[in-house]
């Protein structure tokens, strides 16, 4: 499965409040998607293990000091429990 299929499918699944994918990205060589909310803060990555031209895993970072080095990160708890 090409990268940019994957990722696009994963963006169908994303719940509301975030803009969605906003970026295709590597993660530690391996296709992923930047997760953003709806004003630009960055929410986790996505990172896709395919072996194949299959997916095999998704992995997902949402760890605040994790996601630091990328941008602002935004309040993923906050978009969850419906005030993001």
């Known amino acids: 499965?090409?990268?940019?299929?994957?990722?696009?499918?994963?963006?169908?699944?994303?719940?509301?409040?975030t803009r969605g994918i906003h970026d295709v990205v590597d993660?530690?060589?391996?296709p992923g998607a930047l997760i953003?909310?709806?004003?630009g803060s960055v929410l986790?990555?996505?990172?896709?293990?395919i072996a194949g031209g299959l997916v095999q895993g998704v992995s997902s970072i949402v760890d605040p000091d994790?996601?630091?080095?990328?941008?602002?990160?935004?309040?993923?708890g906050a978009l969850l429990r419906g005030r993001g």
């Open 44 to 49: 986790g990555v996505m990172a896709l293990d």
């Open 27 to 30: 993660v530690n060589g391996q």
């Open 1 to 17: 499965m090409d990268r940019g299929v994957a990722c696009h499918r994963l963006s169908g699944r994303l719940d509301r409040g």
């Open 66 to 76: 994790k996601l630091r080095h990328l941008g602002v990160v935004g309040d993923i």
């Open 36 to 39: 953003v909310d709806a004003a």
